[in-house]
């Protein structure tokens, strides 16, 4: 689970969306594993951290232990513009989504981070900062839709709020990501010259 300073006090809150007979919220602590218990026969808590800049704008999201939904959150990355089906369920594509494996960092570790990139910038392809927490929960209804057995439990931690020295240390790791202008300008570009009928094609 992420631990920062700077997180808000917020309760956690967990749910079991496979093995129990109800489907409402716990909000209770995970009781301790068994040591008696195999590795094998532990089942991972995937966790979901909404995150922000020390500014209070969306940063993204942190996916703890999140090995098993590893390819559905690159796809929700995938900056192609078609629309992506998790669990039945539809997101559209954003171009300034960019998720990375970090596997040690200041705010945690083992982290599928997903990053909007550019926040300051608005166009019809950036991902809306007002949908920041609904994205999360969203995500989650998709991957509890696909009913993975090898997920024993959600956890929707506290809100995380970086420090400057974190955001600076994850900005780094991610490396340099291409603006979204730049990106807009490519898709206009790629989308003005795309080849014509082949009639006129085979005339040059």
Request: hydrophobic share 40%; proline share 5%; aromatic share 8%.
């Amino acid at each position: 689970m992420v631990k920062s300073a700077s997180s808000k006090t917020t309760s956690s809150l967990t749910i079991n969306p496979y093995e129990s007979p109800s489907d409402k919220a716990k909000r209770l602590p995970q009781p301790p594993q068994s040591p008696t218990k195999s590795p094998r026969d532990i089942k991972p808590l995937l966790q979901v951290t909404n995150v922000f800049c020390p500014n209070g704008v969306a940063f993204g999201w942190f996916w703890g232990r999140s090995y098993d939904v590893k390819e559905q959150l690159k796809a929700l990355a995938n900056k192609n513009g078609e629309n992506i089906y998790i669990g039945g369920v539809e997101f559209k594509s954003f171009i300034n989504l960019t998720v990375k494996w970090i596997k040690e960092c200041q705010a945690g570790n083992l982290l599928w981070v997903m990053r909007i990139d550019e926040v300051d910038a608005s166009t019809d392809w950036s991902f809306p900062l007002s949908a920041h927490k609904a994205y999360a929960n969203k995500v989650v209804r998709a991957i509890v839709a696909q009913k993975l057995k090898t997920l024993a439990e959600i956890e929707i931690t506290p809100d995380l709020t970086l420090t400057e020295s974190h955001m600076e240390e994850l900005n780094n790791m991610f490396g340099e990501v291409t603006g979204v202008g730049n990106n807009v300008r490519d898709a206009l570009l790629e989308e003005f010259i795309a080849e014509a009928d082949d009639d006129l094609e085979q005339l040059i």
